[in-house]
């Protein structure tokens, strides 16, 4: 899992409840990333930053919000306005510097409503 | 968008085996990546190919692109019971390199 942490590894969310998912990396990388993983399936993007203070949506943003405030965190808010937010979130770093980058992944938060 | 379609969709196969798997695209790509999730972890990266390359080993991997197919495969050989994860390809798109498109994966699984 590298230099990426995620937290908390599990996580419950009542209805109409807004939860935050921590991201922080050490790797000293410009880019970072958060997917959606459902059962069985593969990754989708929800958001990525590829620099501070500068973020895009990705695939699937509705009802999500991000920051980038620092280098190394990028903490996901998953708001009310998700209404299937059950699933596994993936936050991934890369360094940001060219066009045959790896992602880096962190070991997961795995989301759970109430 | 799910660009990359794994199959199959699981595998199983007695130890010392190979295993193949194959991935299939749909645009043009600047990349394809390909990663290792064991169950309920995060992803580990095990090789890139680039547009213009057509094949690359990195141990017991060996991956093979045939763009005018849009088309990858990931072989293991000798492959042990460790190998048991599931294995995606990832694309990533001419103009937009640093956004991965993954499929949905192959579960291999490797009996002892």
């Known amino acids: 899992d590298g230099g990426i942490t995620q937290s908390p590894k599990y996580l419950f969310r009542k209805e109409g409840q807004n939860v935050t998912l921590s991201c922080e990396q050490n790797?000293?990388?410009?880019?970072m990333y958060w997917y959606r993983q459902d059962p069985g399936q593969g990754l989708r993007l929800i958001y990525y930053?590829?620099?501070?203070?500068?973020?895009q949506k990705g695939d699937i943003a509705e009802g999500y919000s991000v920051s980038r405030e620092k280098k190394e965190s990028f903490p996901l808010t998953v708001t009310s306005a998700q209404k299937n937010p059950t699933a596994f979130y993936l936050c991934?770093?890369?360094?940001?510097?060219?066009?045959?980058?790896?992602?880096?992944f962190g070991p997961g938060t795995r989301l759970l409503v109430l | 968008s799910q660009q990359g379609e794994e199959d199959p969709q699981a595998l199983s196969i007695q130890e010392g085996e190979n295993a193949t798997m194959n991935c299939s695209y749909k645009?043009?790509?600047?990349?394809l990546q390909w990663y290792r999730q064991n169950s309920g972890r995060g992803l580990v990266h095990l090789i890139l190919i680039r547009s213009n390359e057509r094949e690359k080993h990195s141990g017991r991997l060996r991956v093979t692109l045939d763009t005018s197919k849009k088309s990858s495969s990931l072989l293991i050989t000798a492959s042990r019971a460790a190998d048991t994860a599931s294995y995606f390809c990832?694309?990533?798109?001419?103009?937009?390199?640093?956004?991965?498109?993954f499929g949905s994966g192959t579960q291999l699984t490797v009996l002892p």
């Open positions: 930053s590829q620099i501070v203070n500068d973020f």
């Open positions: 790797l000293n990388h410009d880019a």
């Open positions: 991934a770093s890369s360094a940001g510097t060219g066009y045959q980058e790896t992602q880096y």
């Open positions: 645009t043009s790509i600047n990349n």
């Open positions: 990832a694309t990533a798109r001419t103009g937009s390199a640093r956004q991965l498109t």
